[in-house]
Structure formats: structure tokens, C-alpha cells
């Protein structure tokens, strides 16, 4: 029997609507659901809080957790590191929790790397109902400048290219839709560990 709770990645690309999604599920309690927080170089920003929001480190710091292998994932973006720490997520599990990852594509390779033996692994790619609404998703939601734009657009492009990846595909046409087939996954895969 598996006692552990779940991992499970949502992932998809940039502006595919992941944090909304993800909002819906923390929701639903009968899902055991513990948001993972990640851990970042970038400086805090007003209102955010140290262990809410991410958890807050040096360069050094960050660095330290890479070479000890704490990291599920990590990236540099715009400047700073960004990265899933290992032990929260193991704590979590053992607790039962199910432990939901909203990462990137590029995270969720590495982390399918490291668990590819773990039965309690579940990942799902959040994938628009066409590019073209993904744009629309990314120049609408954005006040960055129109190179970052520019960039984020041609990364979501190779990015819709990885759903095969990933355990299960979900197109997010509406978010209550989405939501809820995401939810019946994490259902129906809750129910085969038990």
C-alpha cells in the first residue's frame, strides 16, 4: 500500500492559466491538498512574506541547496534562481498530504527525472484551446515591456509542443472546467493509492 500522499505537477505553458486553476483546486478540501511554496533569490516584494509567497534566500544560499540535491527543480529567470526544496515537499507527503507543483515545463522534466520509479507522481499539462488565445492570454495579462513579451510567447510555443510528456492533458477553456476534470484526476488517483 502507498501511505504517502501524492505529487502533483500542474504544469503548462506561460499564461496557459495555472495559478488560476490552482487556486480553484486549494479550494476543494476533500482533495488533501498543500500548495508547495518554492524558493527564490528575487527580493521580496511589498506585502509578500518570507514562507507564504516563497521562501527567501541568498544566492549563496540557493546555491548551497542545488549541490546538497535539495532541489527537485531549479531555474535562473530574469536574473534569480527559482526552485522546489526537496525536504518541504518529502514532509508534506509523509504528513499524507497530496503536494501540488505549479512549476514550469522545464521543471517538471527534471522533476519526472528524479521520480520516475514513484507510483504517487501525477502530472498534468494545462494546455490552451488554441496559440492564438495563448497570446491573447499573455499580451492581455502583461505589463511587461514587449520584448519580455516577445520572449514568453516564443517559449510558450516549444512548450505546447510537450504535452506528451506528462500522465494527462487538460485543455483550460474555462477555468471551472478545467478545474474540475484536474480534480477528478487527482480523485480517481487519490482512490488507486489507497
Do not use: W
Request: glycine share 8%; with cysteine.
Amino acid at each position: 500500500m502507498y501511505k504517502k500522499g501524492l505529487l502533483i505537477i500542474l504544469s503548462g505553458p506561460s499564461g496557459v492559466g495555472k495559478g488560476t486553476v490552482r487556486n480553484e483546486l486549494i479550494k476543494d478540501g476533500s482533495l488533501n491538498l498543500y500548495y508547495s511554496i518554492s524558493m527564490t533569490t528575487r527580493k521580496m516584494r511589498p506585502g509578500e512574506v518570507n514562507g507564504r509567497e516563497y521562501y527567501f534566500v541568498s544566492e549563496s544560499e540557493f546555491k548551497k541547496n542545488i549541490n546538497s540535491g535539495n532541489l527537485l527543480e531549479y531555474a535562473k529567470f530574469v536574473g534569480n534562481y527559482y526552485g522546489t526544496p526537496k525536504d518541504k515537499v518529502e514532509a508534506m507527503r509523509l504528513e499524507g498530504k497530496n503536494v501540488l507543483l505549479e512549476i514550469e515545463v522545464s521543471g517538471t522534466l527534471q522533476v519526472l527525472g528524479k521520480y520516475s520509479e514513484d507510483p504517487g507522481v501525477v502530472s498534468i499539462f494545462l494546455k490552451p484551446p488554441s496559440f492564438a488565445d495563448l497570446i491573447a492570454r499573455i499580451k492581455n495579462r502583461s505589463t511587461e515591456p514587449d520584448e519580455i513579451i516577445q520572449e514568453r510567447m516564443e517559449k510558450a510555443r516549444s512548450e505546447l509542443e510537450c504535452g506528451h510528456y506528462y500522465q494527462y492533458v487538460v485543455v483550460n477553456d474555462t477555468v471551472d472546467r478545467a478545474a474540475g476534470e484536474v480534480a477528478a484526476i487527482i480523485s480517481k488517483r487519490i482512490e488507486q493509492a489507497q
